[in-house]
């Protein structure tokens, strides 16, 4: 996934893939030396970061054409350049994971030093995710579809899912090559998964696809998993159609799950990073709770309703973290 733009006559990038507002302000370069190292640069200032970054071990056979690696087995003229950062990979990199390159990695770092909170904020969506899928086991619904699923790390829906109920079937969706590749490459031929690629706002077009459907049964209850997806969504009709889509496509008792960014104790300092996204062309909108609870609109949320991401039915396993990066995310669960 690249680092979301907007060019005209198409529509941003909307792989989201667990991510977060990454920020490198306009004036400020990134630069990687034949060593490896990486730099972030502002005209007339200093490298703020030459600290070579080892290679990831994970990362799967990419063919380098000398203008980036071509995607086997994908589109015609799809690239990934490994000198570019993409955002699913510095969220991968906040979480400890290894499919990322040494500028994602440099990219991760500053972040976390502008905004220490944010690894925090990732880890405590993850163990949203872990634990709503074991909700959902418990609660008798075994088919999952993760919209926006980014590219895969630890403790992946499928495996916690897997886990809990062998006859758990999960279809994982995106419209970002790198992570379509990654997720294939780990899935293999597990025919109890799938990996789409697709635009979450076409709900037909998703839930359409042969592969989809290979897996997934939609006369069943299915949980529609939108994890730090739709505050890259902004208000209006094609927000309310693809809510509409999948909430009039799924089955009785099926389960709507999100997660979203929120200003919390930080207002300020989300808006402004709401401004520079939105100045870019690049749509990030932060909800508070009441306009998150909006978002369950024909659902039935489930208690405790729609609250910051530690809260939701938390369990002995999750990992306590500050009430900064706590108050930046809320979540919640809805049944049909």
């Known amino acids: 996934m690249e680092m979301p733009t907007s060019r005209p006559g198409r529509k941003p990038n909307m792989s989201c893939a667990r991510r977060l507002a990454i920020v490198i302000t306009p004036s400020e370069r990134l630069t990687m030396t034949a060593s490896g190292a990486v730099s972030i640069r502002s005209p007339g200032s200093s490298s703020r970061d030459s600290t070579p970054v080892p290679s990831p071990t994970k990362l799967p056979k990419f063919r380098n054409s000398g203008h980036g690696f071509i995607v086997p087995g994908h589109r015609p003229g799809v690239t990934i350049d490994p000198d570019r950062p993409s955002s699913a990979r510095v969220y991968d990199a906040f ?19 502008l905004v220490p909170e944010v690894a ?17 086991i418990t609660n008798g619904v075994r088919q999952f579809i993760d919209l926006g699923s980014g590219i895969p790390t630890e403790g992946n829906v499928h495996e916690v899912a897997l886990a809990a109920d062998p006859g758990a079937r999960v279809a994982y969706v995106d419209v970002d090559p790198t992570a379509v590749l990654y997720a294939r490459d780990l899935l293999g031929d597990d025919p109890r998964t799938a990996v789409v690629e697709s635009d979450l706002r076409d709900p037909a077009a998703v839930l359409g696809d042969p592969e989809l459907l290979a897996v997934i049964n939609l006369g069943q209850p299915v949980a529609i998993l939108m994890i730090a997806v739709l505050h890259f969504v902004p208000d209006g009709p094609v927000l309310d159609a693809t809510l509409r889509g999948y909430r009039e496509a799924v089955a009785p008792g099926s389960l709507l799950a999100l997660s979203h960014a929120t200003g919390g104790l930080h207002p300020e300092a989300v808006n402004r990073v709401a401004d520079l996204y939105n100045r870019s062309g690049t749509p990030f909108v932060p909800r508070d709770e009441r306009q998150v609870s909006a978002l369950f609109q024909g659902w039935e949320l489930i208690p405790p309703g729609v609250v910051p991401a530690p809260a939701w039915h938390p369990d002995g396993a999750s990992e306590r973290i500050s009430d900064p990066a706590a108050s930046l995310i809320l979540t919640g669960a809805g049944r049909r």
């Not at 979480?95 to 030093?113: W, Y």
């Not at 925090?120 to 959902?136: Q, T």
């Open 120 to 136: 925090g904020v990732a880890r405590a969506n993850r163990a949203f995710l872990h634990r709503v899928v074991h909700w959902a």
């Open 95 to 113: 979480l400890g994971g290894t499919h990322n390159f040494a500028v994602d990695r440099s990219v991760a770092s500053r972040v976390m030093e």
